[in-house]
C-alpha cells in the first residue's frame, strides 16, 4: 500500500542485509525488489534480490532436496550461505551464480520493467 511504501521505502528500501527471494510464477514478485530493480546503493548495503525460475510463493521454504530442480537448489544453497554471513559466520559477503529468470521473464504491472538480457541457461552472478 501508499502507507507501507512510504514507510519502508517500497522498491527504494535502504535497510542492510536484506535477501528478496522471489519465485518467477509467484504473483508477488510484482511487488517485491528483484534483480531487475535492485539498485548499487541497495547492493552496497548487502542487500540481494534473486528470482528462481519456475517458482511459486515460499517454495523455496522447503528443505533442500535432490528432487528439487537445480535452480532451486542453488538458491536453497545461495540462501543458507546468506544466512549464515548475515549471523557473523564469514566476513564475506557470499557470491553465487543464480539462474535468475529462467526461459521467462518477469511481468511488472506496477513499475516499468528493466530486464538485462538474460536467457534461459544463463547464469548471473547475484551479490
Known amino acids: 500500500t501508499g502507507w507501507t511504501n512510504t514507510l519502508n ?18 504473483p508477488y514478485h510484482s511487488v517485491s525488489v528483484t534483480p531487475s ?22 517454495a ?13 537448489q542453488t538458491a536453497k ?12 559466520n564469514g566476513t564475506d559477503q557470499p557470491a553465487v551464480d543464480v539462474e535468475l529468470l529462467g526461459s521467462g521473464s518477469e511481468h511488472h504491472h506496477l513499475r516499468r520493467d528493466l530486464h538485462h538480457g538474460e536467457r534461459k541457461g544463463s547464469r548471473t552472478e547475484v551479490v
Open 9 to 26: 521505502g517500497g522498491y527504494h528500501i535502504t535497510a542492510s542485509k536484506v535477501l528478496f527471494v522471489n519465485g518467477q510464477i509467484d
Open 37 to 58: 530493480v535492485i539498485t548499487p546503493a541497495q547492493k552496497a548495503l548487502g542487500t540481494v534480490a534473486m528470482m528462481i525460475p519456475n517458482a511459486s510463493h515460499c
Open 60 to 72: 523455496d521454504m522447503a528443505y533442500l532436496s535432490d528432487t528439487d530442480p537445480a535452480p532451486m
Open 77 to 88: 544453497r545461495y540462501i543458507m550461505k546468506y544466512v549464515a554471513w548475515v549471523l557473523g
